[in-house]
């Protein structure tokens, strides 16, 4: 059975900073990978989406890394603002094919994300 | 429409009651999952339709909950005789089509149960 650790649970940091969420997987045969953002009282809202083949994808101030061989990803986030406060979790789709099961995602339980003024 | 709604946000709901939560997928999108999300912990998946056929209900806790999508779009979650390990937030993800990665997904519906 796949399961995603996220470290670390939680994580406050002042303005400016760069910092580094990480997540791992047990089962490396995955078909992709997903960092998403959670705000209070609000769904998720997907930040990058890293296929099995690749090994990074960047969107502004965010970077995703995929090893996929030992089962981690890495979250860098740039000059840290006090709007990327959030809790941030990762998620894996653990195959491809007709199965159903095939297209869930399995979610790490979250990094909660303080950026402080 | 512009995203996944789900109705109600929040539900209270006493022991034993049945309560069904519903969620309106983006137009179009052919895939639809259910999450629960317990506090303090990441959405663990409950179900999966693509258009109105339950391909996968493994996820689900019990046979207190069912899931239906009859006309492919509209899905509904129920869940009957309600216990106090059910509170939690019930996510709606919808995806354009099984082979595109991307799941959208709603607000949830924070359900307590007491």
């Known amino acids: 059975k796949q399961e995603v650790t996220q470290i670390p649970a939680a994580l406050s940091v002042p303005e400016g900073e760069n910092l580094v969420l990480n997540c791992s997987f047990t089962?490396?045969?995955?078909?992709?990978l997903q960092w998403f953002r959670q705000d209070p009282g609000k769904g998720l809202t997907s930040l990058l989406l890293?296929?099995?083949?690749?090994r990074e994808q960047t969107s502004g101030r965010l970077n995703a890394s995929l090893d996929k061989s030992s089962g981690r990803s890495t979250l860098y986030i740039a000059a840290s603002q006090p709007g990327d406060s959030a809790t941030y979790l990762c998620?894996?789709?653990?195959?491809?094919?007709?199965?159903?099961?095939?297209?869930?995602?399995?979610f790490g339980k979250g990094t909660l994300l303080t950026v402080n003024p | 429409g512009a995203g996944v709604s789900q109705s109600p946000r929040y539900k209270v709901a006493k022991r034993g009651q049945d309560v069904a939560l519903r969620c309106d997928p983006i137009?179009?999108?052919?895939?639809l999952f259910w999450y629960q999300q317990a506090l303090g912990q990441g959405p663990e998946f409950l179900t999966y339709?693509?258009?109105?056929?339950?391909?996968?209900k493994s996820g689900l806790p019990s046979d207190r909950f069912f899931a239906e999508r009859p006309e492919g779009s509209v899905s509904t979650l129920k869940i009957q005789r309600t216990q106090q390990e059910d509170s939690a937030v019930y996510l709606c993800?919808?995806?354009?089509?099984?082979?595109?990665?991307?799941?959208?997904f709603g607000p949830g519906t924070r359900l307590t149960v007491l």
């Open positions: 089962d490396s045969a995955i078909y992709n």
């Open positions: 890293i296929q099995s083949s690749q």
């Open positions: 339709f693509q258009n109105e056929a339950q391909l996968d």
């Open positions: 137009s179009g999108h052919v895939s």
């Open positions: 993800a919808s995806r354009w089509r099984r082979d595109v990665n991307e799941q959208f």
């Open positions: 998620a894996v789709r653990v195959g491809v094919g007709s199965g159903g099961s095939n297209y869930k995602l399995t």
